[in-house]
């Protein structure tokens, strides 16, 4: 873009350039002609007088050599006596003219311009006078003008083109900014702001990008809270459910419905991560900041449900290569599966830390467990607290971390990740 305006000035200023230099040099050739002719008629002007006062010849040379013309040999005098005095030449048809009807004239001959002038020295006696002006005095100085035309027109061109420069800056970086800035945002870097500059229409632009990410920032946080509540907003109905399966005196209709409970409780925790996973994109975050955001909110339900609630915090920042939506959603399934699938009063431990060089995150409650064989491909098949946890299994590998299941230390479930840190350049 900054070339292509350079090259617009470059083209409109060499135009204009073009335009007053090109006719102005005709001008300066033009006055340079007048100028030497002018010079020419003037030489022929001092010798009129010694022809109508019947001066003789020797005056009439003297009055030749008087002038610049006559000294470089150009003047020729024919008298109305019938002498010719300096250089002899063939008469022209000017100088008969002259002669016979006493025309003065000026026209161009072989090599230069010549100038007539007739002159009455007598009754009915015509003289002339011809000056005999050679192309090179007519175009004497004629190209030094040119040159400093032509230096002034290139001069004016570079200027232009060097303010135009400057002034596609202006315009081009802040339209960079915005680029840059848009592609991050496309990245999942909801944060990313610019500094609205140059004109008023990119300021403007700036500023309603700036407003832009802040609004969607603020819908994706609204969205995510909706949809961290939305498995706890179910799980009364759905555990209203499982009772009323439970008082079926039938065991295979109440164990068909449990499995349709299960079915329906995770297909929704499917559609909530995917359609978290919608949202999440792709860019970096810090695993100590999401995770210390999300178990924060969660604490106020722990309290709500008066669990049992310890967080261990690790040391410094655990920068990784996955979005910070995507993160936070594959940490909201481990927290969902635990309110959702323990009892109220059931302990939680969750923390994070850095070990043997890899980010890691884990959940642990006190409840009843996972139970590992109705595991396929990490997402349980009856209501357990592995429910959604195949969604975060892929997230998370997809980062190139890992996901474990294991027993904890309260006697319920562990769920750990580990994901590589983000090595940041220095340049």
Same mark, same amino acid.
């Given at each position: 873009m900054r070339r292509r305006l350079v090259l617009v000035f470059l083209a409109m200023s060499t +135009?204009?350039?073009?335009?007053?230099?090109?006719? #102005?040099?005709? #001008?300066?050739r033009r006055t340079a002609e007048d100028r030497s002719i002018d010079a020419a008629r003037a030489d022929a002007a001092a010798i009129v007088p010694a022809l109508v006062t019947y001066g003789s010849r020797g005056q009439v040379e003297a009055a030749i050599g008087s002038t610049a013309s006559g000294r470089a040999d150009r003047i020729t005098v024919i008298s109305s006596q019938g002498w010719t005095v300096g250089t002899v030449i063939e008469p022209s048809k000017r100088v008969n003219e002259a002669l016979d009807a006493g025309v003065s004239d000026i026209g161009p001959v072989d090599g230069g311009v010549e100038v007539v002038a007739a002159v009455a020295s007598g009754p009915e006696k015509m003289s002339a006078i011809r000056v005999f002006v050679p192309n090179k005095e007519l175009r004497e100085g004629q190209w030094r003008a040119w040159g400093a035309l032509a230096g002034v027109g290139v001069a004016l061109v570079a200027i232009s083109v060097l303010v135009a420069d400057r002034l596609a800056l202006t315009v081009v970086r802040p339209t960079e900014a915005l680029a840059r800035a848009a592609r991050s945002l496309g990245d999942g870097e909801l944060d990313v702001k610019v500094? /609205?500059?140059? /004109?008023? &229409?990119?300021? &403007? +632009? *700036? *500023?309603?990008?700036?407003?832009? *990410?802040? =609004?969607?920032? $603020?819908? +994706?946080?609204? &969205? =995510?809270e909706l949809v961290a509540e939305l498995s706890h907003r179910l799980r009364t109905p759905l555990t209203a459910l499982r009772m009323r399966a439970d008082q079926v005196t039938e065991p295979e209709l109440a164990d068909s419905l449990r499995g349709d409970i299960a079915s329906v409780t995770a297909v929704v925790n499917e559609l909530i991560q995917e359609a978290r996973g919608a949202i999440a994109g792709t860019g970096s975050c810090d #695993? $100590? &900041?999401?995770?210390a955001n999300r178990a924060e909110f969660w604490s106020a339900l722990a309290e709500d449900q008066e669990r049992p609630w310890r967080f261990k915090r690790g040391e410094g920042k655990l920068p990784i290569a996955i979005s910070p939506n995507a993160f936070e959603a594959a940490i909201d399934v481990l927290f969902e599966n635990v309110f959702s699938h323990t009892p109220e009063r059931c302990p939680v431990d969750v923390g994070y830390e850095l070990k043997d060089g890899l980010a890691c995150a884990w959940v642990s409650d006190g409840g009843e467990g996972i139970d590992l064989s109705n595991l396929v491909d990490g997402s349980s098949t009856a209501g357990s607290t592995g429910l959604g946890i195949g969604i975060a299994r892929r997230t998370i590998e997809e980062a190139g971390g890992l996901l474990t299941l294991g027993e904890s230390k309260l006697g319920g479930a562990r769920v750990e990740l580990s994901l590589p840190l983000l090595r940041r350049s220095n340049t």
């Open positions: +135009l204009v350039a073009t335009a007053f230099v090109v006719p #102005l040099g005709f #001008l300066v500094e /609205p500059s140059g /004109p008023d &229409e990119l300021v &403007e +632009l *700036g *500023g309603a990008f700036n407003d832009l *990410g802040d =609004r969607v920032s $603020a819908m +994706l946080a609204h &969205e =995510r #695993l $100590a &900041e999401v995770f």
